[in-house]
């Protein structure tokens, strides 16, 4: 009979040393989703999950210089092309796991949409993220152009990723700011908003990539299957993100 609990005996000595660390660079859009996915995936796989969000160009540059990332949650599918043509990451291990949605907010404003978008035609004092390292910054100034705005006759308040653009906004600093749709979703807050139509910007595309240094990473690899399971594909929906 003893001889019986033998391999559980054992089994439960080495689950500790069978369970892995994945540490992942996610984009500052995608943080909050991603810190919700990654405890629900440690509590099925007993693995472990350390999340750095930072903008998309911030992170990497970060994965160039040889930051030790295994995975990495992009706001875009350029950057994670770049990681694959530079060798870091194979073809197959780069996926589109969420479209993501811009949002004028302006919470001083009260209305509807329509008086949202009105406000954001007359505005003088915008906030959004540097479109150099932030692909949700790139999409605000696309959508500025589209809407005839000059982004350079503007008072712009530049945050480093979309987080701080929020922040931005929601302190009072600015009279708007083009923030993540996932950034207000579902949330109870003053003032107006308008959903930019996707037809004003390219496609927020964001990319995930399995690194090479992430490969032989059980927890790293875990963790990316589990991004696009079922139950991870509706969190993402009722986050505010259209799904691939």
């Known amino acids: ?100 949605r811009l949002v004028f907010w302006a919470p001083d404003h009260p209305g509807d949409a329509e008086v949202c978008r009105a406000r954001l035609r007359n505005l003088d004092r915008l906030a959004v993220a540097n479109p150099r390292t932030a692909p949700y910054g790139a999409a605000a100034v696309e959508t500025l152009k589209a809407l005839g705005r000059d982004p350079g006759q503007l008072r712009l308040v530049v945050g480093e990723n979309i987080a701080q653009a929020y922040a931005f906004t929601a302190s ?11 950034q207000i979703q579902g949330r109870d ?25 992430g490969e032989d990473n059980p927890a790293a690899e875990g963790f990316f299957r589990f991004l696009f399971s079922e139950p991870a594909r509706t969190l993402i929906q009722a986050a505010g993100y259209r799904l691939p």
């Open 189 to 213: 807050l003053p003032g107006c908003r308008w959903p930019v139509p996707e037809r004003l910007h390219h496609p927020i595309e964001q990319q995930a990539v399995l690194l090479e240094q």
């Open 172 to 182: 009072g600093a600015v009279e708007g700011g083009l923030v993540a749709a996932a």
């Open 1 to 100: 009979m003893r001889l019986l609990w033998l391999p559980l005996f054992f089994f439960f000595v080495a689950y500790p040393l069978l369970a892995a660390e994945a540490r992942v660079a996610v984009a500052s859009n995608f943080s909050q989703v991603a810190r919700e996915l990654a405890a629900r995936f440690e509590a099925r796989s007993g693995h472990q999950v350390r999340i750095s969000s930072a903008s998309s160009g911030k992170l990497y540059a970060q994965i160039r210089h040889g930051a030790p990332f295994h995975l990495f949650l992009s706001a875009d599918a350029e950057h994670p092309r770049r990681l694959v043509k530079a060798g870091l990451a194979r073809p197959q291990n780069r996926r589109t796991y969420a479209i993501g």
